[in-house]
């Protein structure tokens, strides 16, 4: 069975430091673009940050750049997202996504993806 396992959400100050972690299991994830997405209570799910399959390019929402950043270790099928300079507005159940694409350089931060994981909360506050 295809799955992806979200880790590494906890409650954190702000200010502080959460290092998200997106691990497959079934399927490898060298021929997929993953991204991260978020949902806050009676909000839409928005895209936070991809990466493509050959982790050559990223895109980031405006709201997370500079303060997140994702990265990939193909080699231990995982995928993380380290977040730095936490915010109250951070706080949202965090997913991973994942979908091959023909295209190895490019991913996109649509929530049209085809494997999701369950989540991990992420919460800020003091």
């Known amino acids: 069975q295809l799955q992806l396992v979200e880790s590494g959400g906890g409650l954190v100050q702000p200010g502080g430091s959460l290092r998200l972690s997106c691990a497959a299991s079934g399927f490898t994830l060298d021929y997929y673009a993953i991204g991260w997405f978020r949902q806050a209570p009676g909000k839409e799910r928005e895209g936070v940050s991809c990466?493509?399959?050959?982790?050559?390019?990223?895109n980031y929402a405006d709201s997370v750049k500079g303060r997140l950043t994702i990265s990939r270790d193909n080699a231990q099928n995982t995928v993380y997202l380290q977040m730095n300079s936490l915010k109250p507005e951070d706080t949202a159940v965090y997913y991973c996504?994942?979908?091959?694409?023909?295209?190895?350089?490019?991913?996109?931060?649509?929530?049209?993806?085809?494997?999701w994981g369950q989540g991990t909360q992420v919460t800020v506050s003091s």
């Open positions: 996504a994942a979908e091959p694409l023909w295209d190895m350089a490019m991913c996109v931060m649509s929530p049209n993806y085809d494997q």
């Open positions: 990466i493509s399959s050959s982790g050559g390019s990223t």
